[in-house]
């Protein structure tokens, strides 16, 4: 399908071609060759974009319109203008229509955000699919100061206060600078047509009630609130910028999926500067996990205090303040399941999970030693007490073991507490067990029922391969 490309006569200069001229050259947001897709619901803000581009003619564009079906036979109504205004200018349109509901149940996420996260994945396939290099949104200055506003009132961190981002990988948002007042005069000065948005005038959505009440009252202070505050949001964008690139070089890349576990020295808090770099970075770091702000500020409260012992749990982490340390663990899977983040696993006798061999032992060749220091990763199993298969689980409450040379069994919790596990470890401890009993706890003590003995003539050798937590780092 061919991008129509339009050069419209302009009748008359309006301050806001000047300011979105400015603004896109200023951040390198278009250039010679970038093919348009202009994201067009059929409001008033979106077809005074089209009309803009129209104007400026630089670029050859088409339109893309969502129809997110959550207003029924008024979203219908906003394609169907849609479709009518491309048919009467000529361009290509695009359209879709999403169970946006469906979406947000599917994936437990608000309807705002599955609107969003169909809409830019719809937007990537089209670019992939018909050779567009950018697409342009018709977010505005008062767009950003609503933003800005609630995440404020919500508890952003500085990552908040950037607000909506310019540009964005291939997103570009060219009039987020331009005042709605603007808009509006473009719009009335060319009549353009547009559709109204009926939810837009109820206060059932938190960013009606700020556009219908908190910023009315900001404008009645200054008249320009919504122009200062996207021109502050501006400079705060920078800020984070400059020190999330600072901090990035020496922690490396706080919003990064967490892989496996890690450290960090709590003294470097303390440090100055150096500590407030380090306390951006955790904040970035544990929002990313999913940590509420009291869970960070509770934490990091204690672990600037010295405190031992905290800890707390969002979905994907735990996060433990330990002596000089905050040590982060991913969660893992329950039960049998793999543990990727902790453990390697070899597939060898049809077991995922261990590594393991069965030999025949000669009478006069000796036994192997069995090792039970807590840092053995090795261990050598009488073959004939198994009741197989093996399975490596985590341990769970209530589990026992019979520790080599005692009379009794002990809980696995006890174990750990004697060899003085650190809370944070405790959490991720695994055993090897087989359909009768637990035959290791890997890394303390293997059971006695299976031990290797003179009599032993099958032995089972069982190595683990754990992933070692980096180890801490000292300034």
Not at 276 to 287: K, Q, S, T
Not at 427 to 441: E, F, P, T
Request: proline residues 4%; charged residues 25%.
């Amino acid at each position: 399908m061919a991008i129509a490309h339009h050069r419209l006569n302009p009748s008359t200069t309006l301050p806001i071609r000047n300011r979105v001229l400015a603004y896109m050259a200023k951040r390198g947001m278009l250039e010679a060759g970038d093919r348009l897709l202009l994201a067009v619901s059929g409001g008033m803000d979106s077809m005074v974009m089209l009309s803009l581009f129209l104007r400026l003619g630089e670029w050859p564009l088409a339109v893309a319109h969502c129809n997110f079906g959550l207003r029924g036979s008024e979203s219908d109504g906003d394609e169907d203008f849609v479709v009518e205004e491309c048919q009467r200018l000529g361009i290509t349109l695009h359209t879709q229509r999403f169970d946006t509901r469906a979406h947000a149940i599917s994936q437990k996420i608000s309807i705002q955000e599955a609107a969003r996260e169909l809409r830019y994945a719809w937007f990537a396939e089209l670019c992939e699919e018909y050779g567009y290099t950018k697409v342009a949104t018709a977010h505005h200055a008062q767009d950003q100061a609503e933003t800005v506003l609630l995440n404020l009132v919500r508890g952003a961190g500085l990552k908040g206060l950037c607000g909506i981002p310019a540009q964005k990988g291939n997103v570009i948002r060219p009039l987020l600078s331009t005042p709605h007042a603007d808009i509006l005069l473009w719009a009335e000065e060319l009549g353009l047509r547009y559709r109204n948005d009926s939810s837009n005038a109820t206060d059932h959505y938190s960013r009606n009630a700020v556009r219908h009440h908190a910023l009315p009252t900001l404008e009645g202070v200054n008249p320009a609130a919504c122009e200062n505050i996207s021109r502050a949001t501006e400079r705060v964008a920078i800020a984070y910028q400059a020190l999330h690139a600072l901090a990035g070089d020496r922690w490396g890349d706080p919003h990064a999926p967490l892989q496996a576990a890690f450290t960090f020295p709590t003294s470097i808090l303390r440090d100055g500067l150096y500590g407030a770099l380090a306390r951006f970075w955790l904040d970035e770091r544990m929002g990313s996990l999913g940590f509420s702000r009291e869970q960070q500020e509770g934490v990091l409260s204690a672990a600037m205090r010295g405190g031992v012992g905290q800890s707390v749990e969002s979905q994907q982490c735990r996060a433990y303040v330990e002596r000089g340390a905050l040590r982060f663990l991913p969660k893992m899977a329950s039960g049998n399941a793999a543990i990727p983040d902790m453990v390697e696993y070899q597939a060898l006798e049809g077991n995922e999970w261990i590594d393991f061999r069965v030999c025949e032992l000669d009478r006069d060749a000796g036994r192997p030693e069995v090792r039970v220091s807590r840092n053995s990763h090795r261990v050598f199993l009488d073959a004939d007490t198994l009741s197989l298969p093996l399975v490596l689980r985590r341990w769970q409450a209530g589990d026992r073991v019979q520790p080599l040379g005692m009379d009794g069994e002990k809980l696995v919790s006890d174990v750990l507490t004697d060899q003085k596990t650190p809370t944070s470890l405790r959490h991720s401890a695994l055993v090897l067990a087989d359909r009768r009993r637990i035959l290791w706890v890997l890394g303390h003590c293997v059971a006695h029922p299976c031990r290797v003995q003179e009599a032993t003539r099958r032995v089972v050798g069982v190595e683990w391969l754990p992933r070692r937590f980096p180890d801490r780092q000292e300034d």
